[in-house]
């Protein structure tokens, strides 16, 4: 499975990222070690979105507070990059796929990022991770 990370990225062409206690949804709390991964510089954040593409070198969970009855699952992970994004793809391209059932990889990013537009680790299907992989390539 593929995974997608959606969070503030303040050198996008760095060599490596390190993100600490991230927010999961979608499977995202289990990434790891060798996965591949899709980088979103948060627009949140003042981002862009889409930025590189890089593989999990360490992952970890977060362990939960006994005291808290509800908590969503949170993750540490570092990535080394692969890739840089050759083409733009953030909120503004992917805010017209409003159909979520429509089977879009599309549809599947604007669903997991910006329905709720907090920052976090999702797992995406294999066909959002083809698509997204078309950003690395020169058209």
Do not use: C
Request: proline share 4%.
């Amino acid at each position: 499975m593929a995974y997608a990370i959606k969070a503030e990225i303040e050198d996008p062409r760095a060599e490596t990222f390190v993100f600490a206690a991230q927010k999961t949804m979608y499977g995202g709390k289990r990434i790891a070690q060798g996965d591949a991964v899709f980088l979103f510089a948060s627009e949140n954040e003042g981002g862009q979105g889409l930025v590189a593409r890089g593989v999990v070198t360490s992952s970890e969970a977060v362990p939960r507070h006994p005291d808290l009855e509800r908590q969503t699952p949170r993750v540490s992970v570092s990535i080394r990059r692969t890739a840089l994004a050759k083409r733009r793809l953030g909120r503004d391209e992917l805010k017209r796929f409003k159909d979520w059932n429509d089977g879009r990889p599309e549809s599947e990013l604007n669903f997991k990022f910006y329905r709720q537009a907090t920052n976090k680790i999702v797992g995406i299907s294999d066909v959002a991770a083809a698509f997204l992989d078309g950003f690395f390539q020169h058209p």
